[in-house]
């Protein structure tokens, strides 16, 4: 696979500015810059380091990509880049540490948490993006949210997106004897059928994490409401006043009710979604990332199917709408090299050492021109291709902090049936 055309000049560009880091003297000239700007060749001696705070952990995949096209960076440029593998963490540990004045010329976690939690802190990216061309590359659906998340400013570079949908072992459906139309429930109460057929062959229809009861509430919600109305009801506490808000819940319900949803749901994670690898469940409504990791957990080499949250009767979305985001990638305004920061990423976000995550981690290119889903993950291409509304994670449910930790706790309660569903939007409602 080729690399970038554009990329391949920043890195020349980047290497003629550092060819006195060996020793040699360095031109008095100033070289253009990737932007197209005058940028002055650094002094003779000078070495370019860059720092970056990784959401990941040395030992994953992704990490494994990452270090790999910075080595690949710093032999085709010179600039070397300083990786502190944070996990997770990186999101509460970030604000902290730039305030105190703490070097990081760029990090990155979930786009949308990127920019909405950091914004302050972040570059607007969008002179150097028009230079590199970054717009015919990116997948149009992560340009419009990252723009959307920006206001308007271009302050997050995504990768390794997602989508999210029913994912299930293709042989246990076919154990149970479903057929090819049952396999992609258009409504509801198609999914309680295929559920029904599931159950009968003696495996739990369905499994979910703890971390998953907002995917099944928010989405069951946003089918009948939403995802704007969902979020309107989220920040005015109007749960009371909604009677799609009470059918969802009573929806959701009748889930576990019916015995449809395995005994241990919602378990923590990840031994709900791992029930699937062990031939214990069939479905998990969750994202593209799924699949990977119960591979993972389990060693469980399952043949996977998709398909995505159905439509209800009388809702005003259906499966046109998804949750879709992405990791991202966002360079510090304070950062003293933006353009060597942007051309690294860039060359993670697109051509070789995009197809090259995709390929490692089973997820899905945020490059356009790499055109092939790993086969794990395809069934869910067709939908995404004829996505025409995105939703945010958890549509939206748990994006108001006020309200957060108070929605997650009330729905795992409505999961466990500790509550009804009535009781399930009193409480809601009286949230303070």
């Known amino acids: 696979m080729k690399k970038v055309l554009s990329l391949l000049t920043a890195f020349a560009l980047a290497a003629s500015m550092l060819v006195g880091c060996g020793g040699a003297p360095a031109s008095d000239a100033s070289a253009p810059a990737a932007d197209g700007s005058e940028a002055a060749a650094p002094a003779a001696g000078d070495k370019v380091e860059l720092t970056y705070w990784s959401m990941w952990n040395s030992t994953e995949g992704q990490a494994k990509v990452i270090q790999e096209a910075a080595e690949a960076y710093e032999k085709a440029t010179g600039?070397?880049?300083?990786?502190?593998?944070?996990?997770?963490?990186?999101?509460?540990?970030?604000?902290?540490?730039?305030?105190?004045?703490?070097?990081?010329?760029?990090?990155?976690?979930?786009?949308?948490?990127?920019?909405?939690?950091?914004?302050?802190?972040?570059?607007?990216?969008?002179?150097?993006?028009?230079?590199?061309?970054?717009?015919?590359?990116?997948?149009?659906?992560?340009?419009?949210?990252?723009?959307?998340f920006g206001e308007g400013k271009l302050k997050c570079m995504p990768y390794q997106p997602f989508t999210t949908g029913v994912w299930y072992d293709k042989d246990m459906f076919a154990a149970a004897g479903v057929t090819e139309e049952e396999a992609a429930p258009a409504t509801f109460d198609d999914l309680l059928k295929l559920c029904e057929k599931v159950k009968a062959s003696g495996v739990n229809p369905m499994t979910c994490n703890s971390d998953g009861v907002g995917l099944l509430y928010g989405y069951q919600a946003a089918r009948y409401i939403g995802q704007d109305k969902l979020n309107e009801l989220r920040d005015t506490v109007g749960w009371k006043e909604?009677?799609?808000?009470?059918?969802?819940?009573?929806?959701?319900?009748?889930?576990?009710?019916?015995?449809?949803?395995?005994?241990?749901?919602?378990?923590?994670?990840?031994?709900?979604?791992?029930?699937?690898?062990?031939e214990e469940s069939a479905m998990i409504l969750n994202a593209s990332w799924v699949p990977n990791?119960?591979?993972?957990?389990?060693?469980?080499?399952?043949?996977?199917?998709?398909?995505?949250?159905?439509?209800?009767?009388?809702?005003?979305?259906?499966?046109?709408?998804?949750?879709?985001?992405?990791?991202?990638?966002?360079?510090?305004?304070?950062?003293?090299?933006?353009?060597?920061?942007?051309?690294?990423?860039?060359?993670?976000?697109?051509g070789e050492y995009d197809l090259k995550m995709s390929e490692t981690v089973i997820s899905i290119p945020a490059d356009v021109e790499n055109t092939q889903w790993p086969a794990v993950v395809a069934g869910a291409e067709p939908y995404f291709k004829n996505m025409t509304k995105t939703y945010e994670w958890n549509v939206g449910l748990t994006n108001n902090s006020n309200?957060?930790?108070?929605?997650?706790?009330?729905?795992?309660?409505?999961?466990?049936?500790?509550?009804?569903?009535?009781?399930?939007i009193e409480e809601m409602g009286s949230m303070k």
Request: charged share 25%; with cysteine.
């Open 293 to 350: 990791e119960i591979i993972q957990n389990t060693g469980k080499a399952v043949n996977w199917g998709f398909f995505p949250w159905p439509a209800v009767e009388g809702g005003v979305d259906g499966i046109e709408a998804s949750m879709v985001g992405s990791q991202g990638f966002g360079i510090v305004e304070k950062s003293e090299h933006k353009q060597e920061a942007f051309d690294f990423i860039l060359s993670v976000v697109t």
């Open 242 to 278: 909604s009677p799609e808000a009470l059918q969802a819940a009573k929806d959701i319900y009748t889930l576990f009710d019916k015995g449809y949803m395995s005994e241990h749901a919602p378990a923590n994670y990840p031994e709900g979604q791992n029930e699937i690898g062990f």
């Open 403 to 424: 309200y957060e930790a108070f929605i997650q706790d009330a729905m795992i309660k409505l999961c466990k049936r500790d509550v009804t569903p009535e009781q399930f």
């Open 79 to 148: 600039v070397h880049i300083n990786i502190e593998w944070k996990g997770r963490d990186v999101k509460t540990l970030i604000g902290p540490a730039l305030d105190a004045g703490q070097k990081v010329d760029f990090f990155d976690t979930d786009a949308q948490q990127l920019v909405k939690q950091n914004g302050k802190y972040l570059a607007d990216l969008t002179e150097m993006a028009n230079a590199a061309d970054y717009q015919k590359h990116i997948m149009p659906v992560l340009l419009d949210n990252a723009l959307k």
